[in-house]
């Protein structure tokens, strides 16, 4: 089960952290990631992160705004998010991968969370 949370309102330019905390098993998690989904669109790959190796991945839209991050013991994925637009904007979700496969395709995800709303006003 995952549990996501920090969404929020936030400015043009601010700062927002999700966080990501799953309850269970994890030893057999390959990758966990962030999507977002805005109003009228499909759901998009943000970053994803492996467990074991701490390998990143990221849009191209976040790229150098986003840091994706980890900690094993608490069993939680963070999403740290600077200079944020209002392009911004979605439902954010958390997911876990267990097998190997390209990360950016959310088809390939086994657990999702409920979602956090981040809004981003200009």
């Known amino acids: 089960q995952l549990q996501a949370s920090g969404g929020g309102l936030v400015q043009a330019g601010g700062s927002l952290r999700l966080s990501c905390a799953a309850s269970g098993r994890t030893f057999s998690t390959y990758v966990m990631g962030w999507f977002r989904q805005a109003p009228g669109k499909e759901r998009e790959f943000v970053a994803a992160?492996?467990?074991?190796?701490?390998?990143?991945y990221y849009a191209d839209s976040v790229k150098g705004r986003f840091t994706i991050s980890r900690d094993n013991a608490k069993n939680t994925v963070y999403l740290q998010m600077n200079s944020l637009k209002p392009e911004d904007t979605a439902v954010y979700y958390c997911?876990?991968?267990?097998?190997?496969?390209?990360?950016?395709?959310?088809?390939?995800?086994?657990?999702w969370g409920q979602g956090t709303l981040v809004t981003v006003s200009s």
């Open positions: 997911a876990e991968r267990r097998d190997v496969g390209p990360v950016q395709n959310e088809v390939g995800y086994d657990y």
């Open positions: 992160i492996s467990w074991v190796i701490g390998v990143t």
